[in-house]
């Protein structure tokens, strides 16, 4: 069952490029067509990689693997904070700190120093402190916090990294191919997708359109943090009640795979007969037309022109 369809990509603005001056002739094969100066994404590839990567960053998650986002530009931050927070994954939403892979030791003593300023302060140890050394100290956690924060449930390096912009994230792309890490990115019609290895042709500029993408990639880190722990229960590190309560987290997807995997289903039987009904989508994915736009000359990019929200792109 696809994880989004086509009419979502198409109400997001995802099919909409960059002006046909600003492209990068190695996104070709990614565009579908010009029209009013304005490259238009091929959303049926859009569609494929990303139903496509999900599924194999669910199977990352699932057998232990971590996943590191990033997107530090206006339009992203807030997106990839929540929807990090949601799948309780590490994320870098500000400036990325050279180094932050390839110096990891140095990054890490950080994020220790960090956590273990966190544990002194609510242990009460510096209540005896001066209220200026007092403040010196909070200052030090919130400057800290503001530039790896997002790293503190970062023990070891990033199986994989999920990537809003590469062209803003250069240097953590950079920093990632050196060390062999994985890349799936959101890619422009302004940008080099040889750079990554999984390529996911989309706007990255519009707001709705960064959520809409980064959604699905927490989704699937969800629906592996579940089989995670469903296996976890098989081999006996969860105790099948607890893993009852998790029933009702399950996605029918995440179901259909533990069917076939997991021996023991005398906790998921739903009906007197101990057979584990799973559901299922029949519905097609829209192939509307694209939706008109208009031009905006500031941002030298395509707006959506039924939209009435907020969005800065």
Known sequence: MAVVSMKDLLEAGVHFGHRTRRWNPKMLPYIFTERSGIHIIDLQQT???L?????MVRDIVAKGGTILFVGTKRQAQA????????????????????????????IKQRIDYLLQMERRVDAGEFRTLSKKEQLDIEREIEKLNKRIGGLKTLRRLPDMLFVVDINTEDLAVMEANKLRIPIIAMVDTNSNPDLVEYVIPSNDDAIRAVKLIVSVIANAVEEGMRIREVDMA??????????AEMEQYLGPSTLAKLKATVEDFDSYEEDD??????ATDDSDDSDDEYDDFEYDDEDDKAVVAYSDDDDDE
């Open 47 to 49: 569609l494929q990689n």
């Open 51 to 55: 139903n496509e990567y999900a599924a």
């Open 79 to 106: 997106t990839v904070r929540q929807e990090a927070d949601r799948c309780r994954m590490p994320y870098i939403n500000q400036r990325w700190l050279g180094g932050t892979l390839t110096n990891w030791v140095t």
């Open 234 to 243: 098989d081999t006996g590190q969860v105790s099948k009640a607890e893993l």
């Open 273 to 278: 007969s101990g057979e584990l009904e799973i």
